[in-house]
């Protein structure tokens, strides 16, 4: 992997870390276990970049996606 996504389980923020010499966009985006899309941001490759989530977002499991310049990453969160 590419990048990774901490801390896991998080509460209000989700930090990324990543490569620094990726160019092009970076995009996070964050699911919910339905699929609907909670939050996205546009990375700048100054990482670790910090991401905070709504404040009134429920516990559970959420699904990240990062789209690069090459492909797509994607993994699984918690919300405690």
Do not use: W
């Not at 990726?22 to 339905?34: A, D, Q, R, V």
């Not at 970049?49 to 797509?72: F, S």
């Amino acid at each position: 992997h590419l990048f990774q996504a901490f801390p896991n389980p998080f509460q209000t923020h989700i930090h990324i870390e990543g490569p620094g010499n990726l160019t092009g966009e970076l995009i996070f985006m964050l699911y919910n276990s339905n699929g609907a899309l909670i939050t996205n941001k546009n990375l700048n490759s100054k990482f670790p970049e910090r991401i905070d989530v709504p404040v009134d977002l429920p516990a559970g499991i959420y699904y990240y996606c990062i789209h690069y310049e090459n492909g797509t990453e994607s993994g699984k969160l918690i919300k405690q």
